[in-house]
């Protein structure tokens, strides 16, 4: 038998015990032999670092969060910076059959076919080339228009770039008789 670890058989019999390298009688919790000093016991195993080896399964969670986290921003967040809601602030009046509406604050809007146009409602019927005016709706400008008859609703709507959705900047009723 070569020299090395040996782990003794019958270690819990009655029996004498010898070194099975040299032949030297041991006692019965002898883990070296005195005579040959072979290693008669094997050493505990030594435990593996479970860092490594759960570290494959580590980085693999890491790269699956943040591929959905970017899968995730390409999907929700895509869009959001395409498109900015106007600020406007304007106020709309009417002396009978004229309205006038003035550009009090915000962001200057297109009419026509520009990207971001609007345009204006009047009883529900686009009115918007009728207005005299600028063309690009500014603080400090106003538009006008008159009407063949006394109008009751002014509504301003904003249609966003790309031709996307349409929102209401501004509902003036003004009543049967104007306001």
Same mark, same amino acid.
């Given at each position: ?11 819990? &019999? ?87 509406? &003035? ?43 008159? &009407? ?32």
């Amino acid at each position: 038998m070569c020299a090395g670890t040996i782990i003794m058989e019958n270690s819990h &019999s009655s029996q004498p015990k010898f070194c099975p390298e040299c032949g030297k009688p041991l006692d019965d919790n002898a883990e070296i032999c005195h005579g040959c000093r072979v290693l008669l016991k094997a050493p505990p195993p030594r435990p593996e670092k479970r860092f490594w080896k759960a570290l494959p399964m580590i980085l693999i969670a890491v790269l699956v969060v943040a591929g959905g986290a970017i899968v995730l921003d390409l999907i929700t967040f895509k869009n959001v910076d395409e498109f900015r809601f106007p600020e406007f602030e304007s106020h709309i009046t009417n002396t009978t059959t004229t309205i006038s509406i &003035s550009h009090l604050g915000g962001d200057p809007l297109p009419r026509g076919q520009d990207p971001g146009h609007f345009s204006i409602l009047v009883d529900g019927v686009d009115q918007t080339s009728s207005f005299v005016g600028p063309d690009f709706f500014k603080v400090g400008t106003t538009l006008s228009y008159n &009407s063949s008859s006394i109008p009751k609703m002014v509504v301003l709507v904003y249609h966003s770039e790309g031709g996307g959705a349409d929102y209401i900047l501004k509902v003036v009723n003004l009543g049967e008789g104007g306001s």
